[in-house]
């Protein structure tokens, strides 16, 4: 007699089939849950040892590193290299920091090649001095890059060889406080965050900025915080974090930090009112690594119509922002690395912005 085969019907095969999309329906915002948990940490470990190697720089220098020297501090050419460039060999990066020509500045400053009138077209939209600091301009820094962010941010390429290499961008700003522009009653122009410009012929910015500033105390004031890198170059990108947006007005026309986070919030964002979409690029250049407090964490960044090129950042709407779930990491004076709502009272978050304004800043408000 033959043996009869067990085997599964159809139904029971269609249910196995259902309980296992389920539990892959089930384990999937896990995994990407854990993974980005996993990218969110090194994130934080990126700005510890930027923490680490500003506190080291201070040790050695004194001060902190300004976001750019100006012409004539130190005799030579505006020396507008960011922050990042002069923590360069405590991050153990001698090897990049050594290979920067500190006698020229890191892009359209004054002196060198920037004076040849016809200079070759390889440079990157960074003018003739930048050619010189290519092998440091287009060095990627893994400690600079949030690995949530998958954005490229640069679109600045040098033409060499019939080939091109790309400016390595940067996810972590330096903190440049509020609005300069609408700060000019009050600040006369200067940076009022801990980022500063070093000068020893401009009265209205003359500063520079040590541990004895931070009058509010190092754990009330940001000094780093990071932000989303743009699309970079390409058809109209979409809407996002990456991108800024124009005001539709000029610079005079907003009288308060409030009012301008106002105005910048009401924009209609897409095609028609972005106004650039390389954010995070050029990590060696000041003018293009620092952030405002202007704006709360998370928001629509946004630039002047007048569009005062060698000032954004300083007199911008240029927000902390990240792709992590509910706001941004912040490092502060002390080291220490904070997870800081997007949902951040903006009076709070004003008093992060400056090292000096006499608030006092309770931690459970963040």
């Known amino acids: 007699m033959a043996q009869k085969r067990s085997a599964f019907t159809l139904i029971e095969l269609l249910v196995v089939i259902a309980i296992i999309a389920v539990l892959i329906a089930l384990l999937l915002p896990a995994v990407q849950a854990a993974r980005e948990a996993a990218r969110r940490a090194q994130c934080v470990n990126n700005m ?46 001698n090897q990049i920091y050594n290979s920067i020509n500190w006698n020229i500045g890191a892009r ?12 070759p077209d390889i440079s990157a939209a960074g003018g003739g001095n930048s050619i010189p600091q290519m092998t440091a301009l287009t060095a990627q820094i893994a400690s600079f890059l949030c690995p949530s962010d998958p954005n490229p941010g640069a679109s600045g390429q040098f033409q060499i060889g019939g080939g091109a290499k790309t400016v390595a961008s940067c996810n972590y700003p330096a903190n440049s406080g509020l609005n300069r522009h609408i700060n000019l009653g009050n600040n006369n122009w200067a940076n009022n965050g801990p980022s500063y410009i070093a000068t020893n ?7 520079t ?37 124009s005001m539709g007005m000029a610079s005079a026309d907003l009288p308060t930090d409030q009012a301008f986070a106002q105005q910048c919030q009401k924009i209609l964002v897409g095609p028609s009112t972005q106004n650039w979409t390389w954010k995070g690029e050029w990590w060696a250049y000041g003018g293009t690594m620092i952030y405002s407090h202007t704006i709360p964490p998370n928001r629509t960044a946004c630039d002047y119509t007048d569009n005062l090129q060698d000032q954004r950042g300083t007199i911008t709407g240029v927000p902390a922002s990240s792709l992590h779930s509910g706001g941004v990491n912040v490092l502060f004076g002390d080291g220490s690395v904070k997870f800081i709502k997007s949902s951040v009272n903006i009076m709070t978050w004003y008093a992060l912005a400056t090292p000096d304004g006499g608030e006092a800043v309770s931690a459970d408000a963040y």
């Open 48 to 93: 510890k040892q930027i923490g680490l190697a500003m506190h080291n720089y201070i040790s050695a220098n004194t001060a902190l590193p300004p976001q750019s020297v100006d012409d004539p501090q130190d005799g030579r050419p505006f020396q507008n290299f960011s922050p990042h460039a002069r923590l360069l060999p405590f991050m153990e990066q």
């Open 108 to 119: 359209w400053s004054g002196g060198g090649l920037s004076s040849d009138p016809n200079p």
């Open 201 to 207: 012929w401009d009265a209205a910015v003359k500063r």
């Open 209 to 245: 900025v040590s541990l004895t500033n931070f009058t509010d105390g190092t754990s009330n004031t940001v000094i780093f915080s990071e932000w989303v890198k743009g699309p970079g170059v390409g058809p109209p990108a979409k809407d996002g974090l990456g991108v800024v947006y």
